[in-house]
Nanobody, 123 residues
Framework: QVVLMESGGGSVQAGRPLRLSCASY????????MGWFRRAPGKEREEVAT????????HYVDSVKDRLFISLDQNLMSVHLDIYSLTPEDTAKYYC????????????????WGQGTQVSVTS
């Protein structure tokens, strides 16, 4: 059984940075993807950032890529998301996900999901 547990959310003042972390349990070593998604109030869930198990191949959503950094602790199989210069538009529930890696840097599916952590940005 795979379990993903997010941490690091909370209420943050606009302009500040935030680090979200996701610990995984039961995830098979090998080639996999981990990623962060978010769902803002009244909006659909969107992919924010993904990373391959090599820790090198990364993808970011265009709208916020200049303020994001995703990293992977390969030994612990945990993933972190650093968000810089938070804005109220970053307010959302953030979810960690994992799944098999495809080819050419793709992450074709995310089969495992965490419960999410709420991030609220105040102006």
């Amino acid at each position: 059984q795979v379990v993903l547990m997010e941490s690091g959310g909370g209420s943050v003042q606009a302009g500040r940075p935030l680090r979200l972390s996701c610990a995984s349990y039961g995830l098979n070593r090998g080639t996999y993807c981990m990623g962060w998604f978010r769902r803002a109030p009244g909006k659909e869930r969107e992919e924010v950032a993904t990373i391959w198990s090599d820790g090198v191949v990364k993808h970011y959503v265009d709208s916020v890529k200049d303020r994001l950094f995703i990293s992977l602790d390969q030994n612990l199989m945990s993933v972190h998301l650093d968000i810089y210069s938070l804005t109220p538009e970053d307010t959302a529930k953030y979810y960690c996900a994992a799944g098999p890696a495809g080819t050419d840097g793709a992450c074709p599916s995310f089969d495992y999901w965490g419960q999410g952590t709420q991030v609220s940005v105040t102006s």
